[in-house]
């Protein structure tokens, strides 16, 4: 099978997630809807990412950005398209991993964000709930 980005893009769960190339010019430009959690602090929300894939995609892993700009420990830089950054993106990617996996980080990083590669001045999960709760309200 061909490693391209429409092979790629079959590969995404459409009843799940809403995916499509940014423009047809930029076939490794993607923006994905991620649905709302069930719960947690991002719960009701859905949310939008771009994903840019380099040439020697799954060997590396694709850039991940939030595209509006809100608070999350693992979102590093200011206002719109921060990058994010998790154990399963960066140290702990496989050149086995696909599109899917890279959705299901980004899920697990909004259902329990990983500390561990904490960006923010955020320090703790109460402190996470009451950025996101007044983030809520401007939206």
């Not at 991002?42 to 850039?63: D, H, M, R, S």
Request: hydrophobic share 40%.
């Amino acid at each position: 099978m061909d490693n391209t980005p429409d092979v790629w893009m079959s590969e995404v769960n459409t009843h799940k997630y809403f995916a499509q190339f940014l423009s047809e010019d930029k076939p490794y430009n993607w923006v994905v809807c991620i649905p709302a959690p069930t719960s947690g602090p991002y719960c009701g929300i859905e949310t939008w990412w771009q994903l840019v894939f380099p040439a020697n995609f799954p060997k590396v892993a694709p850039a991940v950005m939030a595209q509006a700009g809100f608070p999350h420990p693992n979102l590093g830089g200011d206002g719109e398209n921060q990058r994010l950054c998790t154990a399963a993106i960066q140290s702990g990617w496989k050149s086995g991993y696909g599109v899917n996996k890279v959705l299901a980080a980004i899920e697990a990083a909004l259902a329990s964000p990983d500390w561990g590669h904490n960006l923010s001045k955020l320090e703790n999960a109460a402190a996470l709930a009451t950025a996101v709760a007044s983030w809520k309200q401007k939206i």
